[in-house]
């Protein structure tokens, strides 16, 4: 069974609640996945932001929602007590609770029509009927505009030409942690240039170990026959650890490879090196920052 979405959580939670008691929110979590026969995996699973689980969240906008249309109210620190209008709607249960069932009550009804939810008519529906919770319609939007940018980014990288690729390589390792400094990185790199290793970088700023590295921008799909070689070089200058870049993939013979073999090396493709220059800023600039917060209960506790 797939986690069910926050609108179908509301009735089990609000009859969950029904005895009239304080019910700690985090003791409803497993009743609920206990109720929806979820997997381990499916309990385990998180926001793409890794901030929480996804099951957990649902069930927070589950229970905020009742609590804005009046059904259930907080009765303390993540503690949620059934309203005498909660019970009433459980006198008569419907087959479902969803965001339209809510809009009946006034409450609910001046939550949705603040400024921030004003919409047009078509896109009011369809916020009304989203199964999403915010902070995962918030993700999905997110990891949209960074997979776009990741892939005009990786087309930018492949048409720049190689002494730019290079510079490029150098940029990124240093805003990683490696090679000291951007002038002891740049003259490092691209200067041993035989038996197949294109640059040598410190792996740290004291220069207490040092990293090989091939940074090619290829189109065809990096074998296991170049995964060996440049493995066969670091052996020649008895390096324990490299770095193979390039702008396209490696196979799955090549994968398997670095991973049966004595040597550390690690594996970078167009997609990893995409990714890796977003999140080090290398080549990309902030046009936005949204910061969301939540509750600190800490603050809350001797109120």
């Given at each position: 069974m797939a986690i069910p979405d926050y609108q179908t959580l509301m009735l089990p939670l609000l009859q969950i609640t029904r005895d009239g008691n304080d019910h700690v929110v985090s003791n409803i979590v497993d009743v609920l996945a206990d109720l929806f026969s979820l997997t381990e995996d499916e309990?385990?699973?998180?926001?793409?932001?890794?901030?929480?689980?996804?099951?957990?969240?649902?069930?927070a906008w589950a229970r905020?929602?009742?609590?804005?249309?009046?059904?259930?109210?907080g009765s303390g620190r993540g503690v949620v007590r059934i309203t005498e209008r909660g019970l009433n709607v459980l006198a008569t249960p419907p087959s479902k609770i969803d965001n339209n069932f809510l809009m009946q009550y006034p409450e609910f009804q001046e939550f949705r029509q603040?400024?921030?939810?004003?919409?047009?008519?078509?896109?009011?529906?369809a916020i009304l009927e989203q199964a999403d919770t915010p902070e995962e319609l918030l993700d999905d939007s997110y990891q949209n505009l960074r997979q776009a940018l990741a892939d005009e980014l990786l087309q930018k990288v492949k048409a720049c030409s190689p002494s730019f690729f290079e510079r490029l390589v150098v940029d990124l390792l240093v805003a990683m942690g490696y090679g000291g400094s951007l002038n002891d990185a740049g003259q490092a790199i691209g200067r041993s240039g035989d038996e197949g290793?294109?640059?040598?970088?410190?792996?740290?700023?004291?220069?207490?170990d040092v990293i090989y590295i091939q940074a090619k921008r290829w189109e065809n799909t990096v074998g296991r026959p170049v995964i060996q070689a440049f493995a066969g070089s670091l052996e020649g200058q008895r390096a324990k650890k490299g770095i193979m870049i390039t702008t396209s993939d490696f196979t799955k013979e090549a994968k398997d490879y670095v991973g049966r073999i004595e040597k550390k090396i690690v594996l970078i493709n167009g997609e990893q090196l995409a990714n890796l220059m977003m999140d080090f800023n290398v080549g990309v600039t902030t046009i936005n920052t949204y910061v969301v917060k939540k509750i600190d209960g800490d603050y809350f506790e001797y109120v």
């Open positions: 309990r385990k699973e998180m926001l793409q932001s890794g901030a929480q689980t996804k099951f957990r969240n649902r069930i905020s929602y009742l609590v804005k249309a009046g059904l259930l109210i603040r400024p921030h939810e004003q919409n047009n008519t078509n896109e009011g529906t290793i294109d640059g040598i970088i410190k792996e740290d700023r004291l220069g207490l």
